[in-house]
């Protein structure tokens, strides 16, 4: 535990002394690629073997790219390696013009954002799970196994699996984000400013105003009194003709006082 803590920390440390950690990030997306290509793609597996269309939806799902796997999977004498170098080609190019559209320095400050934030909330979520596998690890000494060995087997694990989590994480968000200009949300507020218009336009129409207290008669989600009011049929001077009325609702005869202090007290 001690272990992890400190290399999270070291790495957490050194993300912050720099300002450009696109080296990592390659580095990151590089991993990523080869990590999901052997998942669908086995070492040593023939080609019958090879989940095609798992790593296609690999592609669009973690690099937002719709490639011909199945394409390439057909072609003669074609190995996972290749697949490797042609999904990296992709997604290199991919981030690529994604930099040249928003600009080195946006991409950059994107990449060093992204990274601490996620490594931050992975190292909460690992703490997590290692605090559930604590509780249940002295179960194991019913099987004949030591709970010790045990937590730090499984532990050990978890942080492997924590680190390929955070770099396909990352390579996914990285993948995926958009980054509107300033032009663009003007645009934006410019197709939006109509339907606010009319918005506002329908609410300051007398007849919008005059159709809610017929909604509110029809149950519109007003309180009794105040629909029996919309509706004509509440009297302050009859307290006949207020129903039923709550202890703690303003009194229908308009003292300004709850009703259990008022006439309710009187009745």
Not at 49 to 68: A, I, K, M, T, Y
Not at 113 to 123: A, G, R, V, Y
Request: proline fraction near 4%; include cysteine.
């Amino acid at each position: 535990m001690n272990d992890q803590r400190k290399e999270i920390f070291e790495q957490r440390k050194e993300l912050m002394r720099v300002d450009d950690v696109h080296e990592d990030i390659v580095a990151m997306r590089h991993d990523t690629v080869e990590v999901i290509v052997g998942r669908c793609i086995p070492s040593h597996a023939y080609s019958d073997d090879w989940q095609v269309d798992s790593l296609h939806e690999e592609c669009l799902r973690v690099f937002g790219l719709d490639l011909p796997v199945a394409d390439w999977a057909k072609e003669e004498g074609i190995a996972d390696q290749e697949i490797i170098e042609r999904i990296t080609r992709a997604i290199d190019a991919k981030m690529a013009e994604k930099a040249a559209t928003y600009g080195p320095d946006l991409m950059r400050y994107a990449e060093k954002t992204l990274l601490l934030q996620i490594l931050d909330q992975s190292w909460k979520e690992h703490l997590l799970q290692l605090d559930h596998l604590r509780q249940g690890i002295g179960l194991r000494a019913y099987g004949q196994r030591d709970p010790l060995n045990e937590y730090k087997q499984e532990a050990f694990a978890l942080f492997q699996d924590l680190l390929v989590s955070l770099r396909e994480s990352v390579t996914q968000y990285l993948a995926h984000i958009q980054v509107r200009s300033e032009a663009q949300e003007q645009e934006l507020a410019a197709q939006r400013a109509p339907a606010l218009a009319r918005a506002q336009e329908t609410r300051a129409d007398p007849a919008f105003a005059e159709a809610q207290p017929q909604r509110a008669a029809a149950g519109g989600g007003m309180p009794v009194q105040t629909r029996a009011r919309a509706a004509g049929g509440l009297d302050p001077n009859n307290p006949a003709s207020w129903g039923k009325v709550q202890r703690n609702a303003p009194c229908p005869c308009g003292s300004g006082r709850k009703y259990k202090h008022c006439h309710g007290k009187v009745a």
